[in-house]
């Protein structure tokens, strides 16, 4: 099953993006922009949180342990209800 919702705020609570070291040191070399969608996607590994951006394309993805979870990531992140979550047959 997959679960998908638009992204319409972004609550600065997270900040995503791509990193590497500098010496020792972790570092953020870009920030990822806010993601236009999100999607949930259940597995035999567990729960993903994907971000999407406007044209569909992967950004980056967050793991949890249940749906539920993952929603609450969404909620914290952007302020996604869980009304807001469109489910969506996903036959492949």
């Known amino acids: ?5 638009e992204v319409k705020q972004d ?10 070291f ?13 993601p236009k ?7 035999e590994d567990g729960v993903y949180l994907y971000y999407l951006d406007g044209n ?5 993805d967050t793991w949890h342990k249940s ?4 929603m609450e ?3 914290f992140e952007f302020g996604i209800h869980v009304d807001d979550w469109e489910s969506v047959d996903d036959n492949h």
């Open 11 to 20: 609550l600065h609570r997270t900040v995503h993006g791509i990193g590497g």
């Open 67 to 70: 749906v539920g979870d993952a």
């Open 56 to 60: 569909g394309e992967f950004l980056t």
């Open 1 to 5: 099953m997959k679960w998908i919702a």
């Open 22 to 34: 500098e010496g020792d040191n972790l570092v953020m070399i870009e920030k990822l922009p806010t």
């Open 37 to 43: 969608n999100v999607e949930i996607i259940e597995d």
């Open 73 to 75: 990531q969404a909620e």
